[in-house]
């Protein structure tokens, strides 16, 4: 049996790229979980419950920003998350089995404050309902199976989603709505692996995923939450998105060398997406538009992951890796938002001193991304080159000192993915950048 207690506060943290800064985030988890295992028994595996409860207090504010003295902004924010999982394991001659079912809950309040000091609404104030109450619970039934016959080795799994949702406070645009949303979503997947030489091995799997819309695409109500400055604004009837997939796996071994290729090719229906919805208007001064969560359409999605190692002599290794992703809707072939570029990365590491200190160089080259939503207000994001290193030396049993340097040649860069930063507030500057060289010591005990 095992029980754990975590609790983390921040306070005063600032986000550059956001019209409000971070003053109060208070998180509080508890877990507890039993597991059992038969000491002789040839037909049951293990069985495992297991339990969660968490807790977050948030709070953001303007009181350290320019815009104070026009206006006075609080956004308040309580999330509650709590769960119930078990698990069983059975064996049986040819393979082995899996059932777990669970039950999750989540609860999210919270409302915007807004005290005009200044302008035509001097004097007034203003409430937002953010988060509308809203409540999400999810009943999961899962089966698997993994069965062998010779050199094959087959895959089958199957899940069975119960999704609802409410709200307890709708909020006004919702007032005469139907805000209830209740999904049945079955999911399967199979996969079969073989070797095909005395070197390499191939497999092959296909599945059907279903997933409801969270509690954000359903009922975010006039936050800034992406990575632009709109505003979003969720869909209680979004229909739940569904991702078909078929991937084919090859892993090879020659000595030294190892090689692991994926190829994927995918096609998602209800693509869930935060499209402009010109017949919203912000809440905010400073946001340009709202974006509605909405079910887009079909995404056809192609692409690869491969990794390449070699053991170098003496304890030495090289790594070599590389992705990529090339995603379109299926209904005007415009590439879909959000999609990171191809990416390659190459580490060197070793051991020295019998094992007791390991050195490791990394160079990671990100390519340009020019397939971009401009609907979605997406731009084109440079490529870039980052090198990494860092040394971790064992000192005593239990104790590590690491320390290395992060982006040594002190590249100003930033991922496609980062938020991107309202001209309202840094004019000129459009994406968040990454931060530049930077030294770093840690030290890590282990009781």
Do not use: C
């Not at 777990?100 to 915007?112: K, M, P, W």
């Not at 912000?282 to 969560?293: D, I, K, N, Q």
């Not at 860092?390 to 980062?418: K, M, Q």
């Amino acid at each position: 049996m095992t029980a754990g207690w975590s609790q983390s506060f921040i306070r005063d943290a600032d986000f550059p790229a956001l019209g409000m800064d971070m003053a109060i985030d208070d998180t509080y988890k508890f877990k507890a979980g039993y597991n059992w295992s038969p000491a002789q028994n040839e037909k049951l595996a293990f069985v495992k419950v297991n339990g969660y409860w968490s807790l977050v207090d948030h709070e953001m504010n303007n009181h350290n920003r320019p815009a104070f003295s026009m206006m006075d902004a609080v956004a308040l924010a309580e999330t509650e998350t709590y769960g119930l999982h078990a698990k069983v394991k059975g064996l049986y001659n040819s393979g082995s089995y899996t059932f777990t079912a669970g039950l999750d809950q989540q609860d999210v309040s919270g409302t915007r404050f807004v005290d005009f000091k200044m302008g035509p609404r001097a004097g007034n104030s203003m409430e937002v309902n953010l988060w509308q109450d809203a409540a999400i619970t999810n009943i999961g039934l899962y089966g698997g199976l993994e069965h062998f016959v010779g050199e094959y080795t087959f895959t089958l799994g199957s899940r069975l989603d119960m999704n609802s949702a409410d709200s307890n406070d709708p909020a006004p645009r919702f007032q005469n709505a139907d805000v209830n949303s209740n999904h049945l979503n079955f999911s399967i997947s199979g996969g079969i692996t073989r070797p095909i030489s005395a070197n390499t091995t191939a497999g092959l799997y296909i599945g059907r995923g279903v997933r409801s819309p969270d509690i954000t695409e359903r009922f975010i109500n006039f936050l800034t939450i992406g990575r632009d400055s709109y505003e979003y604004a969720g869909n209680p009837q979004l229909d739940p998105e569904a991702n078909n997939q078929l991937d084919l796996v090859l892993t090879s071994g020659f000595g030294r060398f190892g090689l692991e290729t994926t190829v994927f090719g995918s096609l998602m229906t209800n693509y869930i997406s935060a499209v402009v919805a010109p017949d919203l208007q912000p809440v905010g001064m400073s946001a340009p538009g709202v974006r509605e969560f909405q079910n887009r359409g079909e995404v056809i999605s192609t692409g690869f992951e491969l990794s390449a190692s070699y053991q170098l002599p003496s304890s030495w290794f090289i790594n070599v890796s590389g992705s990529y992703t090339h995603a379109e809707y299926r209904d005007d072939n415009t590439p879909v938002a959000e999609i990171p570029p191809l990416e390659t990365k190459v580490t060197l590491g070793g051991a020295l001193f019998s094992g007791t200190m390991m050195p490791e160089l990394s160079v990671r080259k990100v390519y340009e991304q020019n397939r971009i939503d401009e609907s979605f207000g997406e731009t084109e994001t440079p490529g870039f080159w980052l090198a990494d290193a860092h040394v971790n030396a064992r000192l005593f049993d239990g104790v590590r000192l690491t320390g290395g340097v992060r982006n040594i040649f002190d590249e100003a860069y930033y991922e496609h993915l980062n938020r991107q930063i309202n001209p309202a507030f840094e004019p000129g500057q459009r994406s968040l950048l990454e931060p530049g060289r930077r030294v770093f010591l840690e030290l890590n005990v282990q009781f």
